[in-house]
């Protein structure tokens, strides 16, 4: 095996994207042959323009739902000499600390590392309320191949966001399919403007509940339904107004899914009782989990509402734009949640949506901010008490029938065609490659076995065969697939390589006849891909 290595050059440092691992194994990424000899050191040091500092505690989270790397960087020896003792590091300004050494024992000629720096960020993030300019540092030092130890350095100014602001996706036109999901990327980060424990949000929707005769919610269907109406009420009874946003002409859309955003948390919203849509449905998602009620926000073209999981998996879902200002302004609860059944029926069939298991991503490396200790009597202090206890909301809603408890409402899945498929794999620069896949589908699960083989160019001018192996386990919502594969074998003349970038992961769109798939492939190095499937 050690002459392998030797003679292929480690090329794998730069693979483990890949549903067959290939595309990214040649010389140089891009099919060529290894430069010849008297080439030089390279590095290209790329970072993220925004940060969104209202999940500061994600960048540092190695396994966060979301890849929350803040720069990347590419170092590359075309020399033809081995490169020793390669270490890297950052900082960024006053918010993040030198990191520590990233070390690479060794860097063979024609091989890439990718270093992707996940910063531990000071809780002076949580804090900014304007936008603030930093600079983002990196040192690069190494041995090259005469014994001369080597220093680089660079560095590029970002914007950090205010606490308040949040954009929807940071993937680049290039790196973008016509895949909603593409513009999309960021949205389970929604979930840390969901207070998970913050006072005046537990008491308001304990108020709710009381009004709600003090049932459980979790107790019933008929009990959660009940609960999720008062808390609707209650919204409509201290008069939160639901704001569109003037800059916009479209009155069809809440907001500008490519343009920045501002969020309010739960409190700024009792306390100002206006919001967004996306603000409303954070407000609502936040009293859900606080009677026990599972969360799921959806995020669609230009617009946001909330789901509350009932005890037996239905969805109900409520437009809370409904509340409009209280009174003669506002809708009734039962309207709303039909109206929002009918807006998720539209989505489960064109797939331009997100769900976002709130809860799930809270877990998952989305954490909320630290937010300043308020008074215990703080919504006395807003009039919220006064108006809940005082009536001084809307008229009554008039009865309804009472409702039957409705079916689950996941979304109907396509059906994924099992069996034999096939896949063209392409990189950012062009070079695609072309394998084999086993899709197996039980129910709404899917796994995916990905094969391919092809030659790759060692640095000794030569070809060797390559074969490549690749596991992924997701889930089919709809027309939406996401999978991950944690497991991915390589050989090389027949002999193992390392498989570096794992978990690799899936974000796709299956068509309407279940027989082919367009979607994205990421790696925990920060790298992407488009990728084609077809049925056989």
Same mark, same amino acid.
């Given at each position: 095996?050690?002459?392998?290595l *030797?003679?292929v050059?480690?090329?794998m +440092?730069?693979a &483990?994207l890949?549903? @067959?691992?290939?595309?990214?194994?040649?010389?140089?990424?891009?099919g060529?042959?290894?430069?010849?000899?008297?080439?030089e050191?390279?590095?290209?040091?790329?970072?993220?323009?925004? %940060?969104?500092?209202? +999940?500061y505690k994600?960048y540092?989270?190695?396994?966060c739902?979301?890849?929350?790397?803040?720069?990347?960087?590419?170092?590359?020896n075309?020399?033809? &000499?081995?490169i020793?003792?390669?270490?890297?590091?950052?900082?960024?300004?006053?918010?993040?600390?030198?990191?520590?050494?990233?070390k690479?024992p060794?860097?063979?000629?024609t091989?890439?590392v990718v !270093?992707l720096?996940?910063p531990i960020?000071?809780?002076?993030?949580a804090? %900014?309320?304007?936008?603030?300019?930093a600079?983002?540092?990196?040192?690069?030092?190494?041995t090259?191949?005469?014994?001369?130890?080597?220093? %680089?350095?660079?560095? #590029? *100014?970002i914007?950090?966001l205010?606490r308040?602001?949040?954009?929807?996706?940071?993937?680049t036109?290039g790196?973008?399919?016509?895949?909603?999901? !593409?513009t999309?990327t960021?949205?389970?980060l929604l979930?840390?403007?969901?207070? *998970?424990?913050?006072?005046?949000?537990? *008491?308001l929707?304990?108020?709710?509940?009381?009004?709600?005769?003090g049932?459980g919610?979790?107790?019933s269907?008929?009990?959660c339904?009940?609960?999720?109406?008062e808390?609707?009420?209650?919204?409509r009874?201290?008069?939160?107004?639901?704001?569109?946003?003037a800059?916009?002409?479209? #009155?069809?859309?809440?907001?500008?899914?490519?343009?920045? /955003?501002?969020?309010q948390?739960?409190?700024?919203?009792?306390?100002k009782?206006s &919001?967004?849509?996306?603000d409303l449905a954070? =407000?609502?998602?936040?009293? %859900?989990?606080?009677?026990n009620?599972?969360p799921?926000l959806v995020?669609?073209d230009?617009?946001c509402f909330p789901i509350?999981?009932?005890?037996?998996?239905?969805f109900?879902?409520?437009?809370?734009?409904?509340?409009?200002?209280?009174?003669?302004?506002?809708?009734?609860?039962?309207?709303?949640?039909?109206?929002?059944?009918?807006t998720l #029926?539209?989505?489960?069939q064109n797939g331009?949506?997100t769900?976002?298991d709130v809860?799930?991503?809270?877990?998952s490396?989305v954490?909320?901010?630290?937010?300043t200790?308020?008074?215990? !009597?703080?919504?006395? #202090?807003?009039?919220i008490?006064?108006?809940?206890e &005082?009536?001084?909301?809307?008229?009554?809603?008039?009865?309804v029938?009472?409702?039957?408890?409705r079916?689950?409402?996941?979304?109907?899945?396509?059906?994924?065609?099992?069996?034999?498929?096939?896949?063209?794999?392409t990189?950012?620069?062009g070079?695609?490659?072309? @394998?084999?896949? /086993?899709?197996?589908?039980?129910?709404?699960?899917?796994?995916?076995v990905?094969?391919?083989?092809?030659?790759?160019?060692?640095q000794?001018?030569?070809?060797h065969?390559?074969?490549?192996?690749? $596991?992924?386990v997701?889930v089919l919502?709809?027309s939406? =697939?996401?999978?991950?594969?944690?497991?991915?074998?390589?050989?090389?003349?027949?002999s193992?390589?390392?498989?570096?970038?794992?978990?690799f992961?899936?974000?796709g $769109?299956?068509?309407?006849?279940?027989r082919?798939i367009?979607?994205?492939?990421?790696?925990?190095m920060?790298?992407?891909?488009?990728?084609?499937?077809?049925?056989?």
């Amino acid at each position: 095996m050690n002459n392998v290595l *030797r003679v292929v050059g480690v090329l794998m +440092v730069v693979a &483990g994207l890949v549903f @067959g691992v290939l595309a990214l194994t040649t010389g140089g990424g891009d099919g060529s042959k290894p430069k010849p000899a008297g080439g030089e050191i390279t590095y290209e040091l790329r970072v993220k323009d925004k %940060l969104i500092s209202g +999940v500061y505690k994600a960048y540092g989270m190695l396994d966060c739902i979301v890849p929350m790397w803040l720069a990347k960087t590419v170092f590359k020896n075309d020399t033809p &000499g081995r490169i020793t003792d390669l270490r890297i590091r950052y900082k960024l300004g006053e918010f993040a600390d030198w990191s520590s050494w990233k070390k690479y024992p060794a860097v063979d000629p024609t091989q890439t590392v990718v !270093d992707l720096y996940h910063p531990i960020l000071s809780k002076k993030c949580a804090e %900014l309320t304007s936008r603030a300019p930093a600079e983002l540092q990196v040192e690069i030092e190494y041995t090259d191949a005469a014994g001369e130890k080597r220093t %680089l350095s660079d560095g #590029k *100014r970002i914007i950090l966001l205010s606490r308040h602001e949040f954009i929807f996706s940071d993937l680049t036109a290039g790196e973008r399919t016509a895949a909603f999901q !593409d513009t999309d990327t960021l949205s389970p980060l929604l979930a840390a403007w969901v207070s *998970r424990s913050d006072e005046p949000v537990a *008491r308001l929707a304990s108020m709710a509940n009381k009004k709600a005769g003090g049932v459980g919610a979790s107790g019933s269907h008929e009990n959660c339904i009940k609960v999720m109406r008062e808390l609707y009420e209650i919204m409509r009874t201290i008069q939160i107004t639901y704001q569109h946003p003037a800059v916009l002409a479209d #009155k069809t859309l809440s907001y500008d899914i490519k343009s920045v /955003q501002s969020l309010q948390y739960p409190r700024d919203t009792i306390q100002k009782r206006s &919001g967004t849509c996306i603000d409303l449905a954070i =407000l609502y998602a936040a009293m %859900l989990n606080s009677v026990n009620i599972k969360p799921i926000l959806v995020s669609m073209d230009g617009h946001c509402f909330p789901i509350g999981v009932s005890p037996n998996g239905n969805f109900i879902p409520v437009e809370t734009t409904g509340v409009g200002g209280g009174g003669k302004n506002s809708v009734g609860f039962e309207k709303t949640v039909a109206f929002a059944e009918n807006t998720l #029926k539209k989505l489960f069939q064109n797939g331009r949506y997100t769900l976002i298991d709130v809860r799930q991503c809270w877990t998952s490396g989305v954490s909320n901010p630290e937010l300043t200790p308020l008074p215990p !009597d703080i919504l006395e #202090k807003w009039g919220i008490v006064k108006l809940v206890e &005082g009536g001084g909301g809307p008229a009554p809603t008039p009865p309804v029938k009472k409702e039957k408890p409705r079916p689950p409402q996941p979304p109907p899945t396509v059906r994924l065609v099992p069996g034999n498929w096939q896949f063209v794999e392409t990189l950012p620069n062009g070079t695609s490659s072309t @394998g084999a896949c /086993q899709i197996g589908v039980n129910g709404n699960q899917v796994q995916m076995v990905a094969t391919a083989a092809g030659q790759v160019m060692g640095q000794d001018g030569l070809a060797h065969q390559a074969q490549s192996r690749c $596991t992924y386990v997701g889930v089919l919502t709809g027309s939406n =697939l996401t999978a991950t594969c944690n497991s991915a074998s390589m050989t090389v003349d027949g002999s193992p390589m390392p498989v570096q970038g794992l978990p690799f992961r899936l974000v796709g $769109t299956v068509s309407q006849n279940g027989r082919a798939i367009q979607g994205r492939i990421s790696n925990a190095m920060g790298m992407t891909s488009q990728v084609a499937l077809q049925a056989r």
